[in-house]
């Protein structure tokens, strides 16, 4: 049984930083996909970034370049998303999820996603 369980969200003033943390249970950080996206309250879910394991290559979505960065400890089972200057633009809910595609062509979550954790930016 695949389980993602997202911490790290909170409030936060214009132009601060939050570190999101999944831990991940049932799925392989060798082998299998992972990343985030975000969705935000009558907005179109977002894919933020997703980190491909086969050859360690990350992709982040234009609008997060330079500002978010997603890592991973394999050793703990755990997906970061460093976010910096943040804006009341990202309050939204961030997902982690598997991610069945993950390529510069593209990415998409699998099937798997965790509950979220909520971001809120305050300006």
């Known amino acids: 049984e695949v389980q993602l369980v997202e911490s790290g969200g909170g409030l936060v003033q214009s132009g601060g930083s939050l570190r999101l943390s999944c831990v991940a249970s049932?799925?392989?950080?060798?082998?299998?996909?992972i990343g985030w996206f975000r969705q935000a309250p009558g907005k179109q879910r977002e894919h933020v970034s997703c980190l491909r394991p086969s050859d360690g290559s990350t992709y982040t979505a234009d609008s997060f370049k330079g500002r978010f960065i997603i890592s991973t400890d394999n050793a703990k089972n755990t997906v970061y998303l460093q976010m910096n200057g943040l804006f009341p633009g990202d309050t939204a809910v961030y997902y982690c999820?598997?991610?069945?595609?993950?390529?510069?062509?593209?990415?998409?979550?699998?099937?798997?996603w965790g509950r979220g954790t909520q971001v809120t930016v305050s300006s």
């Open positions: 999820a598997d991610f069945g595609t993950c390529s510069r062509y593209g990415f998409a979550p699998g099937n798997h």
């Open positions: 049932g799925i392989s950080f060798d082998e299998d996909s």
